[in-house]
Nanobody, 126 residues
Framework: QVQLVESGGGLVQVGGSLRLSCAAS????????MAWFRQAPGKEREFVGA??????????YYADSVKGRFTISRDNAKSTLYLQMNSLKPEDTAVYYC?????????????????WGQGTQVTVSS
């Protein structure tokens, strides 16, 4: 089992910034992906971005809607994934979830992830 705990959500004005954190604990895998998804009321869970990690290094990829505004980074020593969100828009308002998959590849579907955190609310006010 992998446990994920998100933090860092809150209320921010349009154009502002927030940084979300996702701390992982429990079982470890040599090749895995960690991702951010978001879900607004009445909508499906939407892919935001992800990091694929293996023994040879890692890579990141993003949804087109956030590319250039959001950045994923990680601290391996802390087993933590970050999501830096800049130039926030009202349409970024959602609950943001961290997901973990015990595999690598370009994983953009929520059903491809094995473990989930509880979510953290991000509200962008205009």
């Amino acid at each position: 089992q992998v446990q994920l705990v998100e933090s860092g959500g809150g209320l921010v004005q349009v154009g502002g910034s927030l940084r979300l954190s996702c701390a992982a604990s429990g079982r470890t895998f040599s090749r895995y992906a960690m991702a951010w998804f978001r879900q607004a009321p009445g909508k499906e869970r939407e892919f935001v971005g992800a990091a694929a990690i293996s023994w040879s290094g890692g890579s990141t990829y993003y949804a087109d809607s956030v590319k250039g505004r959001f950045t994923i980074s990680r601290d391996n020593a802390k087993s933590t994934l970050y999501l830096q969100m800049n130039s926030l828009k009202p349409e970024d308002t959602a609950v943001y979830y961290c997901g973990y998959a015990a595999r690598v590849g370009e994983l953009r579907g929520a059903d491809e992830y094995d473990y989930w955190g509880q979510g953290t609310q991000v509200t962008v006010s205009s």
